[in-house]
């Protein structure tokens, strides 16, 4: 390689590093503004936020990054490692997306983005769809635009979906989600029709924050977060953010009368935390280190929360802690009685407060939703009549109001189409993943239930975490499993399980 | 006024305000890395810190903001008014001090800040002067370089001085420190050779944090600060800090065997959050709100943990909350022997836990050795040595260590020359303000005493925070006060209080 290419590279790297730390510092105004923000900044944190995108935006597209770019090569034939490619690859992506597109259509988007969210919030409050639908339409023709600029090849849903889940098109998820509604319907149908039902009495109680902060605590440092390089907080909304891998803060959310949800949210944001703080040592400055999608992300916290904290063996392994902390609500509870009372399913109108079984069905009726918006098979004004029939068919439940159905997310009001399906695909991926582990370490089960999680963390870090960005979704799924996005193994561990919960046949 | 003129005007407002929430987001990085930060981010924070100087350096120095600053008066004359006069002359400023220097200096500089800290950091640990000695020249050098660069018509020390207390040169500190050091070398002594010495016994015991929290939060805001803008929270060193007049962050420390240290470390921050939650509703984003200098703010802490919280009306009205709180500790205590307790003069090593009437006296011993430097009458090797003989005579006690010693303050590692006058400049504003106050408001101390502080915080907020940048230092004393810095006010106060607590005649 010549000289002057080196030195490009290293321009390059100069200049994503410091992206890269401002990118890190909007984590810490996000994460302020949620968990510890005086409720009276709020406009002075809005335009503060405003102000560093505005940076981030200039650098992103800076002639200097277009000139370097322009030198530096196309495809991965030039000597570069696959390390230094991957940043290449990256920062040409971003710099892509931001440069195709008119300024005065990142404007418009912006403005209403804001004000989209403005209008939900009101029309979410008085359970006014018809309020809320103009914003909606000019959202989806913004985005239909935007897409024509970015990725003027791609079918536009496509183009959004590409954002959140880079590599994976509508061609890839229609056969799966397809296979999932074929199955999970019937199996959600048979589960509401059990004689039997597992008993949850002893998750309901008097349970004080202190204990259930502790508890906590204790399980996310087994499970190998670092306390020294992150934090544990209170949101309205548990999440996972923070500045940098050595700089990751996760967040729960408490409530006295019920500890499990407050604990699994512990427990999931904790999987997104480990995949943060154990990404690659070198480049942590550098895209190449980033997590790869939104899915990946997903695959990894509900690898923890479901794959691990839901099975036996850590049931079975963690009864007696619980039973220690809350020794009045769990003294008869068995482990069997444990491993059932956390793995209920109950069809229910609200996505965030699903079960794994149903959760799919509330993704997949969005997506589908989404693609008649974005092929003209689906009319905004329709949105309710079409969600609630789907409610029906797809989980037997009808919302009363829209507050209880369409307008419950807040992704489209802020025109993030396409965001959805990566909930499902980390659930399926995870369940790969975790056969692929179970196949790799056939003890590992017996470690969980032994109380050593090291061999998790590990086997997660060394296949997932450390990869960064240098292969593709499908290329590291491959990788790791020996084979595609497969819905055939979440459908197994799905039915195995819950047909066992529920005594079908 | 041209149209072509209120357009500039308009386009410096609109980068004024960027630049402004671009330095409130490192606010923000800053109190976190203090209060908040997991340890393992101290590196990753560092280069974000970095990061965003670095887009604050280029934004103050950007092309668009020099020709603004070119077209736009160089002097009060062309029918602005005084707020926005304020507002180009402080940009001018700003850009005039960060592009008159090469660049070459500017890197130095910066190294050299952070090298030095770690060097004196060490130096201190190991009591070794010398090992200190070589940088703390250079960064001697490079700031006289630097002010002749920045300010080449003033006297080198001047320049730095400047900084921090803009206005103010060594003309006017020299006759007000010399007749400081003239009157307190003998009121310090006679309080020492005094029979009489106040019983502070009481303010020993167990004090459990939470109860010390909710003491300090009830009297911050019963002293005005509002908790919805702004935030109390724990940290090594107290600061006041945050990103906006609505995001105002104060902080203390704990020990349970003393709370009055941490009380009034509340009260203090509390005094120069008042003052930032106070600065002028309109042009909360721009230079001409922002608070005037570093003794001016130092006055509004000042003003309220000394002339306020430590004289007799408050002590009288908040015995009973404080006897209330600790019962065991106040139960026979009377308002005057808490006055008293809270009032002891003792002449020690260290500067910052010195108290009023002693502290000048450190300012000074600083000062003149800083002036020294500057003039090339003192030479950086013979620091420790003078530095002892000076403590000996100004306040009978000499360390045994350079560590308790000239070692002791980490300014100087950071090349803040300059920045120590500020400190008894506040305190004798203090004194003068609350001279004002209480000519300007006879009844000030009965209402204090009955627990109405608003009467204080409004006249503060309306004679000096609202005031912002619009007049210089000496303009505005002279506005609140009808006369100069005068350290007459501070002297009788001194003087006064003393004698009365010590029975000197």
Redesign the interface.
Same mark, same amino acid.
């Not at 510890?36 to 900044?41: C, E, K, L, Q, R």
């Given at each position: 390689m010549n000289e002057g290419l080196r030195e490009d590279y290293f321009s390059l790297v100069h200049l994503l590093?410091?992206n890269n $730390? @401002?990118g !890190? *510092?909007m984590g *810490? @105004?996000h994460w302020?503004q949620e968990v *510890?923000?005086? #409720? !009276? #900044?709020s406009?002075? $944190?809005a +335009? +503060?936020i405003? #102000? @560093?995108a !505005?940076?981030l935006h200039e650098k992103t597209i800076h002639s200097e990054m277009g000139k370097l770019l322009d030198r530096l090569p196309h495809a991965d034939e030039n000597g570069f490692t696959a390390f230094e490619w991957c940043n290449i690859r990256e920062a040409r992506r971003d710099f892509d997306m931001a440069t195709r597109i008119p300024k005065a259509l990142v404007t418009e988007l912006a403005e209403l983005s804001s004000r989209a969210h403005q209008v939900w919030v009101k029309a979410r409050a008085e359970n006014k769809f018809s309020n809320f639908a103009p914003v909606l339409k000019r959202l989806l023709d913004l985005k239909i635009k935007w897409a024509g600029h970015v990725f003027p090849d791609m079918q536009a849903y496509d183009a959004n979906i590409d954002i959140y889940e880079r590599g994976t098109t509508q061609k890839d998820i229609n056969p799966v989600f397809d296979k999932l509604k074929a199955q999970l319907i019937p199996l959600i149908k048979s589960i509401q029709e059990s004689g039997y039902q597992p008993d949850t009495g002893f998750l309901s109680g008097q349970f004080p924050i202190e204990k259930q902060e502790a508890l906590g605590r204790k399980i996310s440092e087994e499970m190998g977060f +670092?306390? /020294?390089?992150? $934090?544990m907080d209170v949101s309205v909304h548990p999440f996972c953010g923070g500045?940098?891998?050595? /700089?990751v803060r996760i967040t729960t959310r408490y409530r006295t009368d019920n500890f499990i949800e407050s604990l699994y949210a512990v427990i999931h944001e904790t999987g997104h935390g480990l995949y943060e703080q154990g990404r690659m040592q070198n480049g $942590?400055?550098l895209p190449v280190s980033e997590a790869l999608t939104m899915a990946i992300h997903e695959s990894q916290s509900l690898f923890w929360e479901r794959m691990i904290a839901q099975g036996r063996p850590f049931c079975t392994r963690y009864l007696p802690l619980l039973a220690e902390t809350f020794p009045q609500n769990f003294k008869d509870v068995t482990p069997e009685r444990f491993y059932e009372g956390v793995n209920v399913c109950q069809p229910s109108l609200i996505r965030v407060e699903a079960d794994e079984v149903t959760y799919p069905m509330h993704v997949i009726l969005r997506y589908e939703l989404e693609r008649g918006l974005f092929d003209g098979s689906v009319q905004v004004e329709d949105l309710p009549e079409i969600w609630n029939a789907k409610m029906k068919e797809y989980l037997g439940v009808e919302p009363l109001t829209d507050t209880l159905g369409v307008l419950q997310d807040t992704h489209w009001s802020g025109g993030a189409f396409g965001y959805f399906p990566s909930y499902t695909l980390g659930a399926i991926y995870a369940s790969q993943f975790y056969r692929a582990l179970i196949q790799a370490k056939p003890g590992v089960e017996k470690q969980v239930e032994a109380g050593n999680l090291a061999p998790v963390r590990d086997w997660l870090g060394i296949q997932i975490h450390q990869q960064g960005r240098l292969l593709s979704v499908p290329a590291l799924v491959k990788q790791v499993t020996g084979e595609n996005l497969n819905p055939e193994s979440f459908l197994d561990y799905l039915k195995n399980k819950y047909r066992q919960i529920y005594r079908l046949n």
């Open positions: 590093e410091e $730390r @401002l !890190g *510092i *810490i @105004l302020d *510890i923000m005086p #409720a !009276g #900044a406009e002075s $944190r +335009q +503060q405003g #102000a @560093l !505005g940076v +670092q306390f /020294d390089k992150g $934090r500045s940098h891998p050595t /700089d $942590r400055d």
